[in-house]
């Protein structure tokens, strides 16, 4: 399912669902629907932190001249 929500969107969504679940008082079958959109929430959250983390580059100065490269999540420099 491909969701057209903004990070913080999605994010937004998933905490209201588990606020209506915590809440405890929903039918079974309508937590079900609201569980199964928070594991397609949660999914879709991971792959947009995946996709982000791939574009951010970091500069570096090497020999007076800044180049880009990829970011290396725990990386030290």
Known sequence: MELNLSYEEAVK???EI???LE???IP???SLELFQKGVE???YCAKKLDETEKK???LI???G???EEPFSPGEEQ
């Open 13 to 15: 969504q998933l905490e």
């Open 18 to 20: 588990v606020r209506l």
């Open 23 to 25: 809440n405890g008082d």
């Open 28 to 30: 079974l079958e309508k």
């Open 41 to 43: 929430l949660s999914a």
């Open 56 to 58: 951010i580059v970091k």
């Open 61 to 63: 100065d090497a020999n």
């Open 65 to 67: 001249e800044c180049r």
